[in-house]
């Protein structure tokens, strides 16, 4: 168990606020098989954690002819589709983030999704009111691993990023938030622990993590670093 000081704390979204891995990993998928590309589970998994156009970008080879913009709205097509997962939060996910508005604390969310696609899921997990801010896609040059959109969340939260505390279930995004310099706190909610060996410390789901006078974190998973 371990205690974390905290400025702030700044969340991603897909898969980490909310379970969507299964979705995008059937809309990845049929975009794949549309197209007639082979696909394995590294190659989806290679959507984790960034922006959906950077990653067609790495792999327009593998779609000749085809512009990358028009195979990225073909694949958002698909969510309006039958057959397609249902979304629900990570479990502990709206209860923390409440908690930590209760105690005052400043919150974001930095999010490789566009800013339609964002406001509309914080909006039914009823948390958006909630944070101070929300940083998309759009927002930012570099995506994830890159730590721009951390940084410009610790710099518009006014608070210094070695104080603040990013929660990230994906590779990329673990990489983001150290390279920011924040404490990181990663969930397996798509990934296995050992993907997340670079967070600090690793949680199950946020049933494992309580905000404790301070304010401060209590962390009952894994600590790492």
Known sequence: MAVIGLGAAVFDLDGTLIDTEPRYRVMWSRLFDAHGVPWDDALIGSFAGR??????????????????????????????????????????????????????????????????????????????????????????????????????????????????????DAPAGVAAVKAAGMTCVGVITTQPAGALAGADHVVADFQEVDVVPGPALRVRGLTLN
Request: hydrophobic residues 45%; proline residues 9%.
């Open 51 to 168: 922006r959906g156009l950077e990653v067609l970008r790495d792999l327009a080879h593998l779609f000749p002819g085809r512009k990358v913009e028009e195979l990225f709205e073909q694949a958002v097509s698909y969510e309006a589709l039958p057959g397609i997962p249902a979304v629900a939060p990570v479990p502990g996910a709206v209860d923390l983030v409440r908690s930590l508005a209760d105690a005052g604390v400043p919150l974001a969310v930095v999010t490789s999704g566009q800013r339609p696609y964002a406001e509309r899921l914080l909006a039914e997990l009823g948390i958006r009111d909630l944070l101070d801010l929300v940083v998309t896609a759009g927002d930012v040059v570099t995506g994830k691993p890159h730590p721009e959109g951390y940084l410009a969340a610790a710099r518009d939260l006014d608070v210094p990023p070695q104080e603040a505390v990013g929660f990230e």
